[in-house]
């Protein structure tokens, strides 16, 4: 912000009052920073940074929990577990597991990890876990998935997050544990950066699978899509297997990470990456050339490109032979694929005997409910909001699913929620509201309603809703250690289906609906077994007892198991009808799900033990080098003293520090502040607090602090900066005052909240602001000084959009709101007042994804002496001035040029090539010593601008040229635009 001075020269300062300019990347993408700039040092300013930005990632804030949630905490030999007071088991559970697999999670890596924080949250109705360095600690998010497989939860965020913590925690040693004294957690934070993504995830799935029965390793659903490609002759080159693709389907970071870490390990040994971890941590100067590809090629004599084609050259090979092995059929596709981007129809119902209704989702359109006939003409029914399962129930021309919606205020409290729709009609309703529901499914005569309820104890029950009231019919908890899943119906009405998932496996059990008593029907084992479907005389499911998932059945009355398809790549969602003999599935092919319509052949039987798993086994070598599991343990039950952790006791945790001083600007590099001090960084635990104090020399003295404190319902701010001699604004001839030490301070208090409801994303957050500046504001009139300047604004955003696809470059659809007014209470006889008001919507542009964006915006100013600089962005090629009426307008078109997945050496992969046309005009008109002034401006360019992932970085580099062109003046500007993305 700016002031301006009426009759005197123009001085400038600056308050901490954030820009209310809208701008797409930091909307709708979280970038970390953006900017335009020219020149080589400008250019050198940009690669510290981004070195800087890998660390920054690491100050991860997880998101917030209600002042209401009361923590414990237990301290172990080698653990902190801090958790919610109401849910002491699990603290104990979590503390036991953790504690008994310490020394076996760390024996292939050959390290034991210092004492580390491991925080559980049971509020958020999603299932996840993670492990961030700064502040070093991990957390749990305890609600198990309906799609888990045979593995108690919490006992597999065990495995795989800790292995996470032996990853990290064994990178502090060397340069980069030198670094750590200097530095702090920051300085493993920042390493970690330069372990690539498939290693991390790749190796804590090769954990989890080892060191249990039933991790994902043993799943073939897991690797198939990894195997569908290599079959299908779709190879796919290292960069556009590690990073990505907007073109064509690319599996994640955990499928791949897995089959390159287990091949590598049985292949090269068990040693493999624990010298590359290594190699890292004791040469992270070499971070342009890759350290760990580095210490991999002094192993194995390969690139990491050449131990990529090594590995999956390989792995053809294992996957033709056992496709040679393995019996097969093929099916013909009910849909039609017009394009031949990725695209998957899951989860399909009778809607008659000739059309069909699925989910379709794909790279190229949000998920949506879609009709579908025998010809593959397809009918748009609905779109859904986040939904948390592909899975959905219909019947009698009403849809059920679940989705996942946020607390108003506190983002780790989310919801599920039971979404209807009267399908003829297009009504939808909310079932009830604050739920933690799971897995819908509709009666026969879609008069009740069978959800997975899991409370915040995380026990779950089977619960059955009266579908006109919502209200609770039936109860069924389910038995200690065991979680329900997925419950369906059976023809009549009569029973339920459901999956129990215990430390024994999974099973299927047939409940009664009037009583809740319920028989095993399939015995448990840690096969991994989805989505059970009445058929009669049996139930269907999907299995993989013969090394690919299909869809087998069990009798209910002899328990045979027998293969109901011969998938070449897999079958899911088995959806039987009776009457007609038939059943629709969903089978995987490379370019994604493919609705099927089949025969039920009840005449050729072929029993489940007949198969053979000709699979490839990469995992029995993994299992051969730990020599521990888990699931065949008996776990410790010791109880540990638990006492309360005091939050607000426990505000402050310093985690890092560093010998100098820096504030980096997220919105402008150029003002980014580096210099001669200290900085020290603090985040608490519970993501409360987070706080930092520091001191730079700059030819005087100036102290640093800022705490912000989230655990309020208000977020409230407060930023001091205090050293040199006070600041003197306005022109005089008079004695300046007394040299005085000067202060800034700044006050935000705001409230962020999130209104998200079905497919739009809506958020509104009104803010406060109270900045103090000590200067002396000279007045040529009376002659005096004020001593200091109180300054005040009030600022309200709303935005609501269009939840996007994975090629989309913003919203379809989609406004965002903003108004401001800002004033000096103190200062009423300097300053005056000023306000504005901007909108910006997003429209459809003439192709599919194309964004076509237009704004505008009006800002006035009644100015006294003192003027406030503006608050709204002036066009793009002018530099930002005084403004007393400002008009602006902005007219944007986003489209993507290219998909090119082209490699530059290991200096650079691009993903994509995108352009921005604009055009940006302003009316602005101001005041000067005879009269009124107005300048028209306009100005128009184009932005063209790369997706890269440089230096084998994970996170995506957008960066490009902004050209612009000023018709008053003739001339051509160019700019340089850089932003990363942590939102991947």
């Known amino acids: 912000m700016n002031l301006f001075i009426y009759g005197f020269s123009e001085n400038s300062f600056t308050f901490v009052f954030p820009v209310l300019t809208v701008n797409l990347f930091m909307n709708f993408r979280m970038s970390s920073f953006f900017f335009a700039g020219y020149g080589f040092r400008r250019l050198v300013l940009l690669l510290l940074l981004f070195s800087w930005e890998i660390c920054r990632a690491q100050f ?7 002042p209401s949630v009361r923590w414990q905490q237990i301290h172990t030999e080698h653990f902190r577990v801090i958790f919610p007071a109401d849910i002491p088991g699990e603290g104990q559970r979590a503390a036991n597991v953790l504690e008994y697999i310490y020394g076996a999670e760390g024996k292939t890596l050959r390290h034991r990890p210092k004492k580390i924080p491991v925080v559980l949250h049971n509020r958020p109705a999603f299932s996840n876990g993670l492990v961030s360095w700064a502040p070093k600690r991990s957390e749990w998010y305890l609600t198990p998935p309906q799609s888990n497989y045979a593995h108690d939860w919490l006992e597999q965020l065990a495995l795989h997050e800790f292995r996470h913590v032996v990853q990290t925690d064994k990178l502090d040693q060397g340069i980069t544990g030198v670094l750590g004294w200097f530095v702090g957690q920051q300085a493993v934070g920042a390493v970690a950066g330069l372990l690539p993504g498939w290693f991390l995830e790749g190796d804590a799935v090769a954990a989890e699978t080892s060191l249990s029965n039933a991790g994902r390793g043993r799943n073939p659903a897991f690797e198939m899509p990894l195997r569908t490609i290599a079959l299908s002759g779709k190879y796919h080159s290292y960069g556009r297997a590690f990073f990505g693709s907007y073109r064509v389907h690319v599996p994640g970071r955990y499928e791949l990470g897995y089959q390159m870490v287990a091949w590598s390990r049985k292949e090269y040994g068990a040693a493999l990456f624990e ?34 084609r090594q590995a999956f050259d390989d792995l053809t090979l294992r996957w033709k032979e056992q496709e040679r092995l393995t019996l097969h059929e093929a099916f013909t596709a009910v849909n039609l694929r017009r394009t031949p981007l990725y695209c998957s129809y899951r989860s399909p119902h009778y809607l008659t005997d000739s059309t069909f209704l699925v989910l379709k989702t794909g790279m190229a359109d949000v998920a949506r409910w879609v009709e579908i006939n025998r010809h593959g003409a397809e009918r748009v029914i609905a779109t859904p909001g986040m939904i948390n399962s592909e899975r959905f129930s219909y019947s009698c021309g009403l849809m ?25 009609a297009g009504k939808e309703r909310t079932l009830a509201r604050r739920t933690r529901y799971f897995a819908p499914s509709l009666s026969p005569d879609a008069a009740t309603l069978a959800v997975v309820d899991i409370p915040l104890d995380c026990r779950s029950a089977i619960v059955l809703l009266d579908v006109a009231t919502g209200e609770e019919k039936l109860r069924v908890p389910a038995p200690e250690h065991v979680q329900w899943q997925t419950p369906s119906w059976s023809r009549d009405g009569n ?15 047939r409940m009664e609906a009037a009583t809740g008593l319920f028989a095993t029907v399939l015995a448990p084992s840690f096969c991994d077994i989805e989505y059970p479907a009445d058929g009669g005389d049996a139930a269907f499911f999907t299995g993989h007892y013969n090394g690919v998932s299909n869809i087998y059945a069990v009798d209910y009355r002899t328990k045979e198991v027998w293969q109901a398809t011969a998938s070449r790549f897999g079958a899911f969602d088995p959806q039987p009808a009776v009457s007609s003999g038939r059943m629709l599935m969903a089978e995987y092919s490379v370019d994604g799900y493919n609705l099927v319509e089949t025969d039920i052949n009840r005449e050729e039987k072929t029993p489940a033990e007949q198969g053979t798993d000709y699979s490839v086994k990469l995992y029995e070598a993994l299992a051969g080098e730990e020599r521990f599991n888990l699931q065949d343990s008996i776990l410790p039950d010791a109880s540990y003293p638990a006492r309360p952790f005091r939050k607000w006791r426990n505000p402050v945790h310093v985690h890092s520090w560093a010998p100098l001083y820096y504030k980096v600007n997220t919105s402008d590099v150029t003002s980014t502040e580096f210099y001669p001090g200290l900085t020290l960084l603090s985040q608490d635990l519970t993501g409360n607090m987070t706080s930092s104090a520091g001191y730079s020399w700059r030819g005087y003295h100036m102290l640093h602090a800022g705490v912000t404190c989230k655990g309020l319902y208000p977020v409230i701010e407060l930023n001091i900066e205090h050293g040199g001699d006070r600041r003197i604004y306005g022109r005089r001839d008079e004695e300046l005052p007394p040299r005085r030490i000067h202060t800034n301070v700044g006050t935000d208090v705001h409230i962020p909240f999130n209104f998200t409801r079905n497919r739009y994303i809506t958020r509104l957050e009104p803010r406060v602001h109270l900045g103090y500046n000590s200067g002396y504001f000279y007045s040529g009139g009376t002659g005096k000084d004020q001593d200091g300047f109180l300054e005040s ?95 602006v307008g902005l007219a944007e078109y986003s489209f993507p040029l290219l998909y090119p997945d082209g490699n530059l050496w290991v200096l650079a992969y691009l993903k994509r090539i995108s352009a921005n046309l604009f055009c940006h005009a302003a009316d602005n008109r101001y005041r000067l010593r005879n009269g009124w002034q107005s300048d028209r401006m306009l100005s128009v360019g184009a932005d063209i601008l790369a997706d890269v992932h440089f230096l084998q970085f994970f996170f995506p580099v957008n960066i490009g040229i902004r050209t612009i062109y000023v018709p008053e003046t003739g001339i051509f500007q160019s700019h340089l635009l850089f932003h990363i993305a942590f939102d991947r």
């Open 275 to 308: 010298r590359a971890i290594d190699y890292t941590a004791r040469r992270p100067y070499l971070f342009a050339f890759h350290p760990f590809g580095l210490g991999l090629r002094r192993q194995t004599g390969l690139t990491v490109r050449g131990l990529y």
């Open 400 to 424: 059920a699913w679940s989705e996942e919606t946020p607390d108003v205020r506190w983002s780790n409290r989310t919801y599920s929620v039971i979404k209807l729709l009267d399908v003829s």
């Open 60 to 66: 991860l804030e997880s998101g917030t929990n209600p």
């Open 495 to 509: 029973y339920l289906l459901a999956i129990a998932n215990g430390r024994e496996g999974k099973s299927i059990v």
């Open 793 to 887: 604004s009030y600022s309200l955003v709303f935005s609501r959009y269009l939840k996007t696809s994975v090629r989309d470059m913003a919203p379809a659809w989609g406004v965002v709101l903003q108004t401001a007014w800002k004033h000096a209470p103190s200062g009423s006889g300097l300053f005056g007042y000023m306000y504005f008001v901007h909108g910006r919507t997003f429209l459809p542009g003439l192709l599919k994804h194309h964004s076509l964006q237009l704004s505008g915006g009006w800002q006035q100013q009644k100015a006294k002496l003192y003027g406030f600089g503006s608050m709204l962005a002036f066009p793009r090629g002018y530099a930002t001035g005084y403004s007393d009426q400002l008009k």
